[in-house]
């Protein structure tokens, strides 16, 4: 396997989890919009 398939499976390895995280964080720090964006 080459450095690059390796650092893009990382990179959106670690995107997938901040776009999976962040939302949550972001939806109970504003409870009172219920469903924005999801």
Do not use: D, I, K
């Amino acid at each position: 396997m080459s450095y690059e398939v390796l650092l893009l499976g990382l990179l959106v390895g670690v995107a997938n989890y901040c776009f999976r995280y962040l939302p949550l964080r972001l939806r109970v720090g504003n409870a009172r919009q219920p469903n924005v964006a999801r």
